[in-house]
């Protein structure tokens, strides 16, 4: 068997799982808002603002949220994994684009869900 340290015990499969199960959420969303925007074309901030304040559409927002988060860490783990290749340089890359992307989905969740 096969040990690989790169990933942090993470496998292969589990990578593609994330990546595509992901892209699916976020392809559904996405069709929802640009359906949304077609379909209320004299949208208000009242018309919005009720939108985001139904429990369903937090749901569905705070999924593609966590979704948009693991994608772009799956997706920037292989790039940064198959180009940069010291050491140092790569889990340098690795640690801020995993600090961006957990502030990036802390600040979603607090606007989101925030008063």
């Not at 009242?46 to 994608?71: N, V």
């Not at 889990?91 to 957990?102: C, D, E, M, S």
Request: proline share 1%; aromatic share 16%; charged share 10%.
């Amino acid at each position: 068997m096969v040990t690989n340290i790169t990933n942090l015990g993470r496998s292969g499969l589990s990578d593609w799982l994330i990546q595509r199960v992901s892209a699916v959420i976020l392809a559904a969303y996405t069709l929802f808002i640009v359906l949304y925007l077609l379909f209320n074309p004299d949208l208000d901030y009242l018309t919005w603002s009720g939108l985001f304040a139904q429990t369903w559409m937090r749901i569905f927002s705070l999924l593609a949220f966590i979704s948009l988060a693991g994608h772009a860490w799956v997706g920037l783990w292989t790039v940064t994994t198959d180009y940069l290749k010291s050491t140092a340089t790569r889990l340098t890359v690795q640690l801020l684009v995993i600090l961006a992307i957990f502030a990036f989905l802390v600040w979603g969740i607090q606007i989101l869900w925030g008063a």
